[in-house]
């Protein structure tokens, strides 16, 4: 009997004189003049197709088999043999080909010529089936696999903060709003939405973090964190921002900005060094035809030691450079992309950890350094897309942060359990978050970002 | 220099002479008249505390190690040895202790005796804190993680599906509306919402199910699973309903129903054996204080093979049984968890698969037996849980399935893409869904789901 194999195991040697049965799409179909037909067929297990060699001898060599064409779904029966081509070691001498499907090449969307992303983001259900797709769904589940070991085996739990919440991260943050009304009839009193008829008895909303959350199961079972999925209901139409997307947020009790920056660097590491490893076939596909330097930045960032810099040192360095900037650069203000690039592109050219910002233009959780100005915030920058991670070492002294809300007008009320977790066996503890999409758009140079994510929402678009 | 470690591994004999750092929560403090005190110490590593020796040499001993008491936050430096005690491998001889947060014994919520899980619901922030939470949050933790090395080491994609939909895959189901427009002051024309003004420029929901995205990913890629967050908004006031809860949806292309039984029964051993093996403390728990069937339950289950069962036969064994049932039994009505729960628990005393349920009952996605009264759906039943999985192969054929939709009164336009998928190169497929919460409540025998997620979300309630 025949076993079943992927089209990844196939193309290796040691699969060589296994009777198999692949199954999968057809990429090409080639007739040879001798009587035979080249297939390439491609399952998704990894990015190279194997080729089928499927002899005009089979009994529906002319009714189905010369009918395959790009798209078409088949499984193939037969003997995987050393492959006297060039760039493959192994391939398939059908004995039989079962079409399971057809893909009319007349109205088949995707055609043998290459489409222009913006195309294929209308088609996203067909767009996994093209190369630079597959490539990036094994890349991204690459890197997520990668984010769950490095936590696992550093003994964190994975935690699910919740999607709804009545709580907003940030204090500011545009959010959606998640409601059971009936739009057209939104049930009101004394002209007020009356959100006792809601769902959840009062207005509800898509969180934009689970940092919060997070807090408090670091504060009780020490290193906690969470991947799931956030949002940010800006109006932004740009190649960097989505509606929805996915954050890893890791938070950790007894952890200074210091511990902070050794787990962020050594995350970011072991993700690039996983997916070099793992996915050394896409990775190429990327560095040979969506950006040339991928594969060596990777390389680079892996070998190298992350520069830590204050932010009043980043300052001074960026004023003493003589680059003229769009925007100017000023104590007190936040950096710009430009600043951030000038210093990891070319003042240290590589990833800088600036740390210690001024104060007022962090939000309130992140603790007050000594100097009264400064706060334990760290950004982790990296060439080309800047800030790649943000994160900080929280406050947690009771009456420190009790006067920072107070400063940035937020109601304790709605905080009260957060306050709790300082009043109640307080703890240093930090943590950060990392944008999974923002990760992908750096290690495949893939300039959209919603070509990074299977079905991208933003303004106007939740198709899908 | 002292090492830091863990509290799980300072409990292990390995640790036994070694000079170390804990860092965690007090759960007790016990003074001996020998001159020192007895400080129960845990971080969330392992269910278990270690027992801390706190002389009264300690400089700090009178002024702060004796006011320490349940939920204080310390860092303790100091000497593993050998325990004399009993049910504890390692001690640890404090050579100091640093206080970072006291917890007023007058107020904090967490008292030594018991709480009701009612009341620990309403201070969740603290609950991670209590043994059962902890354990709870352990034993989640080790069966995400199970489920995504069951599905990496078979080669499966982990694919992140859209939680903001316009499409609603059950073609039913109570839906959560997303909205970016002003309650109080929603837009309109000609009596209608305007949602050319909302942020997606139509209605937008809250998902139920990643299933139809997952096909997409599985028609072209092969074997994808999705782990993410879904949403009913169903008011239902139940222990084992929630408003938001994490779903487990694989897709598999060329797997039939049979392969799909596998699968899922694979799946569910797998993750039985993990928590069993990786959470013995947990567990233990478990079995003496919430249910003592829960381990030989699940060891039963691992050992067993899982009976397989045509929902036309589990009508006849039912009518034959003799039992009084609450409810009818009728071919073509759904099996009430009185039934599932009487063939799992009594008829045949291990997890049953029932396949090929009713057409009519049945969502249209579901393949159509050559029979025609059937479609090939599948449910895993386990004992006093009843449905743990629900899954069937699906539909490829364009026409029946255009049929069926036609049947359910569903209009085509919104599935155009989902059509799409079995117009080219359409593939049998096959996938189902497993709760994480329903499968956590089995696993711990928690009675409520509310317990089983970190902040649950149920009708009039989103705090945290």
Partial sequence: MSEQLSIADARQAEAIGRQVVLQGWVRTRRDSKAGFSFLELND???????????????????????????????????????????GQTTEIEATAVTVHGLADTETYPLQKKRHSFEFLRTIAHLRPRTNTFGAIARVRNCICNSIHQFFQEDGFLYIHTPVITTSDCEGAGEMFQVTTLELDKVPKTEAKVDFTQDFFDRPAYLTVSGQLEAEIFACGLGKVYTFGPTFRAENSNTARHLAEFWMVEPEMAFYDLEDNMRVAERMLKRIFRDVLEKCPEDMEFFNLRIDKTVIETLEKIIDADFVRLPYTEAVDILTASGEKFEFPVDWGTDLQSEHERYLTEKHFQCPVILYDYPRQIKPFYMRVNDDGHTVRAMDVLVPKVGEIIGGSQREERLDVLQQRMKEQNLEPEGYWWYLDLRRYGTVPHSGFGLGLERVLQFVTGMANIRDVIPFPRTPGTAEF
């Fill in 44 to 86: 998704g297990s990894c990015f190279g197709n194997i080729q089928v060699i499927a002899s005009a001898d089979l009994e529906n060599y002319e009714q189905e088999i010369k009918k395959l064409s790009a798209g078409c779904s088949v499984s193939v029966v037969g003997l995987v043999k050393e492959s006297p081509g060039k």
